[in-house]
């Protein structure tokens, strides 16, 4: 095409190259100003929405940081941090604290050691571990009784000549999940097993061995009958003593004391009184407040920017939304209901003033009168917070899942297991009951579902709790309770039930199961937000429909009414914007989307209109080119017939 374009004019004697680029720039100037004005417009709206988008984040996310750090929310304060430490849980409206506690015991763990071993791979010897948590007692470091925690199952673990090694047991029994954790400790004159259990009186262990081909094991045996295992701390509960009332607790963790505070106990001060007060964060509120304001006009600055008559986003509608949003903050209820009677629940009414330009200011001094007559109003408009009115009732679900609001509770019948007691019998262990391969089984019915065989270890036994931790069964829990035998279903609700059949006459005569008294357990049932509540394993969901959607309750006993209120707090209100707003396919996210899809057509645009010019000059090109070779030959015939002509004139 360049021979073509370079041969234009020879014939012709005219300029066609420059014709032809003047004749396409003629056609298509125009539509090529017109996208790349339009290429330019979309790139600074985007951009503007961009910065909009990233300004608003911004603001949400310092505002959530600040609230979430705790500053902004009343703190609990110990007089002694040595010995009691304590701070707010997520969530708590803690206000004017004033607590004496005194630390009258900590919290210990059972641990016991075993005798040294040559290494850590020293075979012990093969067969069971059956390891069981409950209430021991101790003379001279020796276990002198042992009662199985309620609800509890022993756990049984095989040891076999894959791991009869001192590691290998330790590996054994943590794999297990038994409640305790063991570990090698070695100090270069050999190996010890060391078995540790969770705090609590409750969460002592007896280590039950029944001994396999390669003897040995019974050197980790921890019980009534068999203490090869030393004793280094036994299993204890704290006990503290809270305004002159002592109370007992399995952790040194405590957060069911003071409401709304976490008490960590660290040292024992028997006769100390430690006082528990607490610090109103004022200042850091009012400063707060302050840069609140402060952050907003700067928002709202780079708003009015982009929507002036010159700004990218004059006319966009997300853009005006995100305007019109923020503005309700100032007059947005923060509280779902007023902390006392006539406190505010909106930064209005705290100082927080729109001036006629849309700027905010702060009236000072109604800032601090809010703060000194109503402060636990002004701090629960910052902080945001889930409570129930009820004792009975515990929020489990996370903040931010249900929209603010308070929802009333009501008729709330709390699922229960079925249950199977068996006659009493008093003197059931005046001598130990044996059971061997005559009597060693009985069938239990769960659930209405098939009938289970129950197989009790074959052995003498010498009290109830000792034959408690020899039962196992699936989806069942055995204790002895008083003079019977109660087996608890390990279901909820209407269908949970526990029967006995096929029992020897032997061990019913001990134990009276075929006059056990059954209980069915009793089915849920609640009404959240004003519908029914979805029940799973004695938690309470509210209704996917219902306004309450999100919320997750767990009652603790039967409730005829009660409500739970959701406060969203400022940084949640604010979250709650940027989130319509910058959420794909929503507000400034879909403005942004519509110009990007407009960015892409005018790019297609812009490609099509640089091939169809390429095509007019290729076509044009061709025209001229066929002009000019026609033209050169008629310059050529006409210069032959000339000579002709002057031939014949010269004849003459």
């Known amino acids: 095409m360049d021979s073509i374009t370079t041969a234009l004019g020879i014939g012709s004697g005219i300029d066609t190259k420059k014709l032809v680029e003047e004749l396409v720039s003629a056609q298509y100037e125009l539509k090529t100003k017109q996208l790349t004005a339009k290429t330019e417009t979309l790139a600074a709206q985007i951009s503007s929405l961009g910065q909009l988008k990233g300004g608003l984040s911004s603001f949400s996310t310092a505002l959530a940081t600040l609230v979430g750090s705790g500053l902004l929310a009343t703190q609990p304060t110990s007089a002694d ?45 093969t067969g069971k571990l059956t390891i069981t948590l409950g209430t021991a007692t101790y003379v001279d470091g020796a276990p002198t009784g042992f009662a199985q925690r309620e609800g509890s199952t022993p756990i049984t673990i095989n040891i076999s000549e894959d791991d009869n090694s001192v590691a290998g047991i330790a590996r054994a029994i943590n794999a297990a999940n038994a409640g305790v954790t063991a570990t090698v400790v070695g100090d270069g004159a050999g190996a010890t097993l060391s078995i540790v259990g969770k705090t609590g009186a409750d969460a002592a262990f007896r280590i039950d061995v029944e001994e396999g081909d390669q003897p040995g094991l019974s050197a980790l045996a921890f019980n009534p009958g068999n203490a090869s295992m030393a004793l280094s701390r036994a299993s204890q509960d704290s006990i503290v003593t809270v305004d002159g009332v002592t109370v007992r607790r399995p952790g040194n963790s405590i957060s069911d004391l003071i409401p709304g505070v976490q008490i960590d106990l660290l040292k024992e001060e028997v006769g100390h009184s430690i006082s528990i007060g607490s610090t109103r964060p004022t200042a850091a509120i009012s400063q707060a407040v302050n840069d609140f304001v402060g ?73 601090n009168k809010a703060l000194t007559l109503y402060p636990d109003a002004v701090e629960a408009m910052f902080n945001p917070s889930q409570s129930s009115n009820s004792p009975l009732v515990d929020i489990m679900s996370a903040q931010g899942k249900t929209k603010p609001g308070t929802y009333a509770i009501t008729d709330i019948v709390v699922p229960t297991a079925g249950m199977a007691t068996g006659a009493a019998r008093p003197a059931a262990f005046d001598t130990p009951l044996v059971i061997d391969a005559t009597n060693n089984k009985f069938t239990l019915t769960l659930n209405g579902g098939n009938p ?19 039962l196992s069964a699936t989806g069942a829990s055995f204790a002895w309770t008083g003079d019977s035998l109660v087996v608890t279903s390990g279901a909820l609700g209407g269908g949970s039930a526990v029967s006995f059949q096929a029992v020897d006459a032997t061990l019913n005569d001990r134990l009276g199961l075929s006059e056990a008294t059954t209980t069915t357990g009793i089915a849920g049932s609640g009404m959240i937000a004003g519908k029914p509540a979805n029940i799973i394993n004695g938690f309470f969901f509210a209704a996917a429909d219902s306004p309450a959607a999100g919320l997750i309750l767990q009652p603790h006993g039967d ?16 979250a709650d914007i940027a989130k319509r707003l910058t959420t794909a396919g929503a507000g400034l996210a879909a403005s942004e989307t519509r110009y990007s ?45 000339q000579q002709q002509v002057d031939l014949w004139s010269a004849d003459r």
């Not at 289970?452 to 020899?470: D, F, K, M, N």
């Not at 005829?560 to 940084?571: C, E, P």
């Open 295 to 367: 952050a907003f006009n700067e928002l709202r600055s780079m708003l009015k920017t982009e929507t002036d008559p010159t700004g990218a986003l004059n006319g966009d509608v997300a853009a005006r939304e995100m305007g019109r949003q923020l503005g309700t903050l100032t007059s947005m209820p923060l509280t779902a209901g007023a902390v006392s009677p006539g406190a505010p629940r909106t930064l209005a009414e705290i100082g927080v003033r729109t001036e006629r330009d849309g700027t905010l200011t702060v009236d000072t001094e109604k800032l």
């Open 452 to 470: 289970v065989e129950i197989s009790l270890p074959e052995g003498s036994y010498e009290s109830g709790e000792q034959l408690a931790a020899a």
């Open 559 to 574: 409730i005829a009414s009660a409500t739970v209120t959701v406060d969203v707090g400022l940084a949640g209100a604010l």
């Open 597 to 641: 899809k407009q960015q892409v057509q005018v790019a297609k645009d812009q490609l099509k209109a640089d091939e169809d010019a390429q095509k007019m000059t290729d076509r044009l090109t061709r025209q001229f080119a066929n002009m000019d070779i026609r033209v050169a030959a008629y310059k050529n015939t006409q210069s032959f017939l």
């Open 81 to 125: 941090t040595g010995a009691v430490a304590v701070k707010a849980l997520s969530g708590a409206r803690l206000g004017t604290l004033s607590t004496e506690i005194e630390v009258r015991q900590l919290a210990t763990a059972q641990r016991v050691t075993s005798a040294p071993f040559a290494s850590s791979a020293s075979a012990i010897g």
